[in-house]
């Protein structure tokens, strides 16, 4: 299970006394916490809860990059964490694989609205849900 594989990656990184090594996996015990706690998923949470968790911490942490300064703390913080953490994110599509499947969905919907909801559930978190509804206008 993701969790116990985060928490093993925890210990093993706080045994080291690298700060940065264990920063991630730190981060994403809280995330796992913070969301047990929080009542809205029911217990205990299944993989694809965390790695939904873990999308949303690798996208704030890629937010992050544009605010610092390479040479700050907390860019060299944030990047390290994307690089530790996309490695439990599904392989990731492009935005031509996406535009294949609102083609594909199109020829069922036509409204707009319905067509973005699908596609959203159809990609997971294999794309930026953001994107999304910029490239069905596109369609």
Request: aromatic fraction near 8%; charge should be neutral.
């Amino acid at each position: 299970m993701l969790k116990e594989t985060i928490n093993q990656k925890f210990i093993e990184a706080f045994k080291t006394r690298e700060y940065i090594r264990r920063y991630p996996y730190e981060v994403m015990k809280q995330k796992i916490l913070t969301a047990e706690k929080s009542g809205q998923y029911d217990l205990p949470l299944t993989d694809e809860q965390i790695v939904n968790l873990i999308t949303k911490e690798v996208k704030e942490r890629t937010e992050l990059l544009t605010i610092y300064k390479p040479e700050d703390e907390q860019y060299i913080l944030a990047e390290y964490a994307i690089k530790e953490l996309s490695q439990y994110l599904p392989k990731q599509l492009t935005e031509d694989e996406v535009i294949e499947i609102i083609k594909k969905l199109k020829e069922t919907e036509t409204n707009p609205g319905k067509l973005i909801g699908l596609t959203v559930k159809e990609v997971g978190n294999r794309f930026d849900k953001s994107k999304i509804a910029t490239l069905v206008k596109q369609v």
